[in-house]
């Protein structure tokens, strides 16, 4: 990814995703899902637009 900064990441876990922007071409076949992974706490660029985010 560019235009993020990560600032902390900590150890594997499930996560469960949400698409932003369902109608967007890029995940409109996905939906939310779960993932295995670690969490990167980032900032990230103005101009970057989110299409899936975990929130807590």
Do not use: N, W
Not at 3 to 28: H, I, Q
């Amino acid at each position: 990814m560019r235009g993020d900064l990560r600032v902390g990441v900590a150890a594997a876990e499930v996560f469960s995703a949400s698409c932003t922007k369902p109608d967007d071409p890029v995940v409109a076949a996905i939906g939310d899902f779960d993932a295995l992974s670690e969490q990167y706490s980032m900032h990230v660029a103005l101009d970057v637009e989110v299409l899936a985010a975990i929130l807590r």
